[in-house]
């Protein structure tokens, strides 16, 4: 990333879509936790006659359409949980389902915290994904930058990271010039001790703060340098594609 390099650091106001890292105590996520809440209430019992008997396959279906909950434990991450639990939309669909609990701060979930995963996936329809899952051959990408925004981009749709083809190429040749070790030696981010990297010109901080589950820890690997990158977008600007110059 440019000069003024300010971008790059993850700040530390609340924003309704950051990932940034909860404080001590907290659970870092991608996406805010809600409490899960119950009420009940003391109903007149039902004449006899009209009782429902309930088979053990009936109460198997109920079992299965009941929605699942998760309570949050330290290191816990919105886009983990999402990707662990397979939950449809992934970390941003999470957090709307327990916004009402979260409220607008989804930036800190505290351990504990219970949150709302939706309806259990039904076995046949679980099996039958599975089984599409290992027909598809696997994904091979080239060793080279058309492979690498390709690499990331499956790797953000699973995670609902926003952004294109086209959005991340503008941006790369625009930091980096396609070139996976570059490095910023001259902007406030290097007198600071911490400058710009990779492809997408990323501080570690910031890199830290969006990486995203499954990529490398190296804030050179292409892969993970532009994912990061990506993700750090999408808290900020709504999508890689939004950003057209020093971000």
Aim: aromatic share 6%; net charge positive.
């Amino acid at each position: 990333m440019p000069a003024k390099g300010k971008h790059r650091r993850p700040k530390q106001n609340p924003i309704t879509r950051k990932l940034a890292l909860a404080g001590t105590g907290g659970a870092a996520l991608t996406l805010p936790l809600i409490s899960a809440t119950t009420a009940g209430a003391v109903g007149t019992s039902a004449p006899a006659a009209a009782v429902t008997t309930v088979t053990a396959a009936t109460a198997v279906n109920v079992a299965a359409a009941l929605p699942t909950t998760y309570s949050v434990v330290a290191g816990d991450t919105l886009s983990e949980i999402a990707a662990d639990h397979s939950v449809s939309g992934g970390w941003k669909q999470l957090y709307e389902a327990n916004r009402t609990v979260v409220g607008d701060n989804p930036s800190i979930i505290r351990p504990g915290i219970k949150l709302t995963l939706g309806a259990q996936e039904k076995a046949a329809t679980a099996a039958k994904s599975a089984a599409k899952t290992a027909a598809k051959p696997a994904s091979s990408y080239s060793n080279n930058l058309d492979g690498w925004i390709r690499e990331s981009l499956d790797v953000m749709a699973k995670h609902g990271i926003p952004g294109s083809y086209n959005g991340i190429h503008r941006n790369v040749m625009r930091e980096s010039s396609g070139n996976p070790k570059a490095i910023n030696l001259w902007d406030i981010n290097a007198r600071n001790g911490i400058p710009s990297k990779g492809l997408l010109q990323v501080i570690d901080p910031t890199f830290k703060a969006y990486h995203v589950p499954g990529t490398s820890l190296d804030s050179y690997d292409p892969v993970a340098n532009i994912t990061a990158a990506c993700n750090y977008a999408a808290a900020r600007y709504g999508s890689i594609d939004n950003v057209n110059g020093a971000y």
